[in-house]
Every structure is written in C-alpha cells, then in structure tokens.
C-alpha cells in the first residue's frame, strides 16, 4: 500500500536538528528512554525554528509529555491560525515518521504509515455507501494485484467478519492496512463471490498507474492515472515521459489527469510533470514561489517552467477529490494562469498549500510545515481546497479507464460537447458520514509538498 500523506518529498541527507560540533567528545550511550525524550525535545527545537507559525507555539508547550515525535508533531498542529480563516487551525499535516518507514514511502515501496517495514496488502478500500465497501485501488505488484484483485469489487467479509459498515471502520483499517495476514471475501462484478487470503509485503509502486486514449469523433483523448509524486524520481520522470511520447504518437488532442487519490509528493516530480503538460507559451515564464518563515527567509526560492515534451495543450481536465492534496494541488495551481483548467470529483480537494522537508531527530524524521507556495499570479490561500467545475460521484463500482465510471465519463462528455452535465440533472450529494468513514480509511496514505532540497 501506500504511506501517501499530505506533504511534498525531499532528499535524504538532510541535517539532524540538534547542531552538535563536530570536534566535541562523543557522549556516553544512552538508554532508550533518554533517546525518546531527545527526539520529542528535538522535534519541538526544530519546530521553534522551522514552522511556518512558530511563533503561535505557547512557551510552556511540552514535548516529553507526548508519546513519540509524530504526536509532538500532530499537537503543534494547533498552533496554525491562518489570517482570513478565523480560529481554526489550517495545518492539518504536520508529521513524524520512522525513518525506515519515510525511506521505503520516499523510495516508492509501498507501506502504510505506522506499519511495520514488511508493507502491506496494496489494497485499498473506500465505502460507497454505509454497508458497501469497495476496492478503490490496488497497486499491480503487490499482494492484492499479484492475486488478480480490482477496483470496483466489494468486500462482503473480512477475517470471518460480515460487520462491515462505516461503524466498525477500525476493525478495517487494522484489518486491511496493519495486518501481517487477513482473509477477504470479495463479491465480483460477475455475481461470484471469492475467498482470498493475503500476505504482507513491501511492493514497488507505479509512477503511472494507467495510460490511455480514446477516440471519439475528432477528439483523440489521453488519460493518465498519477496516484502519488513520491517515489525514485528518474523512474517518475521516465514513466511520465513515456505517457506524454504515447500521446504525442497518438495525435492527442485532449488530456485528462487523474489525481482523485493522489496525495502529493516532491516538488520537483509535480515541476516535471508541470513541465511536460504545459503549453509552449509558459516556457521560461514563472511556475511557482515557496515562501518560509522570517528565520529562514534566505531558502525562499521561484521556480520556472522549463518546457518539456511535444504537447501543447490549450486546456486539461483534472479529477480530484477530497483526497487530492498537496503537490498535486500544487500543479493544478501552477498551470492555471497558462492554460484553461477543468476540475471534476465529488467535493473539494484537500487544500494544503504549504510543504515541509524531513529534518532528522534520532531514528525519526519530523516534518513541521515549513513553507508556503504560491502560483505566478501569487494565489496560493487554498485552505478549503479546489472547487470542482462539474460534480461527480467517484465511481467506486467500476475499473479504471472505464469510460461509463462517473468521473471520466463527465471529463469525455465535457471534452466532446463544451459542457458539463447540470447539477439539477445529476442532483449528486456527498453523504458526509461516509465522507469521514473514508477519511479514516484513507489516513494511511501521505499527503504532502516535500521539498528536495537539503537544507542546512
């Protein structure tokens, strides 16, 4: 599976935050309780120096007191009034992690965060209704593709348990993401119904999950499936590069991107795609700032399009959903003061504007929100998401590509037509019980702008 959560990917070899001199003496081993204290003091320090709103964190705040560097890192969270969004706080990312567990996710192996280094099943489910779990993905070579398993099946039983409703979400979090070994009844489009045993194990992730074109008329329409920016970056760049060559030799005329459950990544994975999608006339032109606070104003940088590829697209089409986060807001941010941009999904995307890199504190890495990014007509205050153009319901009961799923369906019809179907004709709703069931089934995933500089 996946530790995809909300923030942007960054190198390795950044800097431990406790500075110590290199000619002191070495210090004498300390025990495993005096380790932990000193990563959960260390993770405050780091926050005190690189949070975005490390001025908002109280004097008397209390690190020891937490369990482990990631619940320093989720109670600091609180700390993060945001000008123009009242008295709720706008981080919702800030992290800790293992550090073996960042290294598999930042490397593309799936495993979900907090589990143990073995991995996972690289199944993932959502409900479509209370009562109704779905297959929402599955990664090819893990455990789950491995045993032929697809989007859109449901899952009637799991370790001998029919209690499967939005209620007993738990169970199945644990079940489906932190088990060594679960058995799942799943029922198949067919009206047969399969028992199947699964194995954890850690997996390569696609940088490119699906690639396709459709013809219709004189549209010819290329679909590309991106679920995270995270993972080694030659590989994401050369499978991004092969897609955009198999559009190109099919005389694309139209794209669609779908990012419904993409969760975010690397900076420079999402500028390489920016580069590849946008039109010839952004090359040279500014893709984006990254902005962080006055103590470290001199990382602040700007990026530019450097225009890659023989696309050139006047407009694209993005999917997204509530699950559409981090870098991959960012690139629907940064090309559209160049191109026309079409969004469609159920709800708003996640809204995370903001990044962090990883800073090392004994065997974690933390990540503290650390800067804030900004388009080239400087909007970059998305805290409440992206509102889609057209509603659609995610197609939770259909395979990828399949042209009848809600979501790329309405993409085709707009692409073919110029229009979008009314609400009043589709008179979708989201059911916001189910919504927040499937935010927890999703919460093993990463979400976030990982910046890949090493900063010292």
Known sequence: MQIRFLLLLVLMGIFNSCKKNADAPASP??????????????????????????????????????????????ALRAYSMEPGFGNTPVDRWSFGVLQT?????????????GAAATGDFGLNVFFLVDGDLRVKLVYPQSPAGLAGIQRGWKVTAIDGSTNINIANATFIVNAVYYSASSTFTFLKPDGTSVNM?????????????????????????????????????????????????????????????????NGGGYVSVQQYLADLLAPASANNQLMMKETFNDKHSSYNTALYFKKKGPLNPSHILFIVSEFTASASELLINNLKPYMSVKLIGPGNTDGKPVGFFPIADGSWFVFPVSFRSTNSAGNGEYFNGFTP?????????????????????EAIKYITTGTFTPLSVQNYKEDPAVVSANHLLDHANFKGIVDSRGFK
């Open 197 to 261: 045993t699964l194995t954890a194990t850690t997996y390569p992730e696609p940088p490119v999950y699906l690639d396709t074109v459709y013809n219709s008329g004189s549209k010819n329409i290329g679909y590309m499936v991106v679920q995270s920016f995270l993972g080694d970056t030659s590989q994401l760049s050369a499978a991004f590069n092969s897609t955009i060559s198999y559009f190109n030799s099919q005389n694309v005329t139209d794209i669609i991107v779908d990012l419904r459950y």
């Open 101 to 113: 567990n960042w290294n598999q996710l930042s490397g593309g192996i799936g495993t979900a965060a």
């Open 29 to 74: 081993p300390a025990d495993s309780t005096q380790l932990a204290v000193r990563a959960k003091d260390s993770a405050l320090i780091d926050a005190q120096s690189f949070y975005l709103w490390y001025n908002q964190i109280p004097s008397a705040f209390n690190a020891p007191s937490y369990t482990d560097p990631n619940a320093v890192m989720t």
């Open 389 to 409: 153009d057209a509603v659609a319901a995610d197609g939770l009961t259909k395979n990828w590509g399949d042209v009848t799923e809600s979501c790329l369906a």
